[in-house]
Structure formats: C-alpha cells, structure tokens
C-alpha cells in the first residue's frame, strides 16, 4: 500500500505543477487580451481553462498532504479529469490545426515569442493534467476497493466460532 501513497503523491505533486503552468501560460494571454479590450465571449474557452486549471492547483495542494482520505476523492478525481479532458477538446477545437498537428510537441515552449508554441503548451499540460487525475481516481478506486475486501475478510473470521 504504500507505492499507492507514494503515487498518489507524485500524481498529485504532477497534477499541480501541470495545472499551475497551464494557469500560467493561459493566464498570460488572457492578461494580454485583457489590454486589448476583447470581448469576453470569444475568450471563454479559455476562461473555462483557467477555471479548470484553478480549481485542479486548489484541490492537488489540499490532496497533496499524505493522508489516506485523499484516495477516497476518487469521483471528484474522475470528476476533475473529465473537466481537463472538456478544456482540452476546447483547445484543439479552437487550435484547428493552424499551428501543425496536435501532437506534434517538438515545439512546445513555456516561454518566448512563439505562439503556436505556446498554445501546444497549454494543450500538451491540459491531456497530461487529464490523464494524471484519471490515474489517481483509478489509483483510489482500486485502494477504496482493496480496503472494502480487507475489512469484510475480518468481519467474516472475527465472528466465527470455529
């Protein structure tokens, strides 16, 4: 059980550092379109990022601390991941291929002036966040269901008067 916890560790410390770089680069244009005074209703995929990636980095910090109740998250996990996975469809829709094929990432970039880069960035970090969570919700069904067997194996022999 323990490579469980410590999993669930790593998960959780992936799933905040993938949501704050995701809230970073997103954040930032956003900022930038702000100065231009665009209108809000074509930037909502993008706020609906922000929020996605706001609420992931809050519930990862709480989830982060090595407790056993955070395997039992598992639907809000699942629940979080179908959330990346909506904002990550968003992104490629609105990508559209102008900046090359989805997955080609070999020019991905955190910083600097390209843009396409940029926006792979934003949607490598969204498919990777998704998949993180889906894996901790497994990781918790499969421990929730491991201690569920574990408690009804003793219920059955401590009442036996074999």
Same mark, same amino acid.
């Given at each position: 059980?323990?490579?469980?916890?410590? #999993?669930?560790?790593?998960? +959780? *410390?992936?799933?905040? *550092?993938?949501? #704050?770089?995701?809230?970073?680069?997103?954040?930032? $244009? @956003?900022?930038?379109?702000?100065?231009? +005074?665009?209108?809000?209703?074509?930037?909502? %995929?993008?706020? $609906?990022?922000? &929020?996605?990636?706001? =609420?992931?980095?809050?519930?990862?910090?709480?989830?982060?601390?090595?407790?056993?109740?955070?395997?039992?998250? $598992?639907?809000?996990?699942?629940?979080?991941?179908?959330?990346?996975?909506?904002?990550?469809?968003?992104?490629?829709? $609105?990508?559209?291929?102008?900046? /090359?094929? =989805?997955?080609?990432?070999?020019? &991905?970039?955190?910083? /600097?002036?390209?843009?396409?880069?940029?926006?792979?960035?934003?949607?490598?970090?969204?498919?990777?966040?998704? =998949?993180?969570?889906?894996?901790?919700?497994? =990781?918790?069904? @499969?421990?929730? %269901?491991?201690?569920?067997?574990?408690?009804?194996?003793?219920?059955?022999? +401590? /009442?036996? +008067?074999?």
């Amino acid at each position: 059980m323990a490579i469980m916890q410590i #999993a669930g560790m790593v998960l +959780r *410390a992936a799933e905040l *550092a993938f949501g #704050a770089i995701v809230a970073g680069i997103n954040g930032s $244009y @956003l900022h930038d379109m702000h100065k231009l +005074r665009v209108d809000s209703w074509p930037l909502a %995929r993008f706020i $609906y990022t922000e &929020v996605v990636a706001a =609420i992931a980095i809050f519930f990862a910090l709480i989830w982060l601390l090595p407790f056993s109740s955070s395997f039992t998250n $598992y639907p809000f996990d699942f629940f979080i991941s179908i959330l990346w996975f909506i904002a990550f469809g968003l992104l490629v829709h $609105y990508e559209d291929g102008s900046c /090359g094929a =989805i997955f080609d990432w070999s020019d &991905v970039t955190i910083r /600097g002036a390209s843009v396409c880069g940029r926006w792979k960035a934003v949607i490598a970090f969204s498919f990777l966040s998704a =998949i993180c969570w889906l894996v901790s919700a497994i =990781i918790g069904m @499969l421990w929730v %269901r491991d201690r569920q067997t574990r408690r009804y194996e003793r219920r059955r022999w +401590r /009442g036996s +008067r074999v």
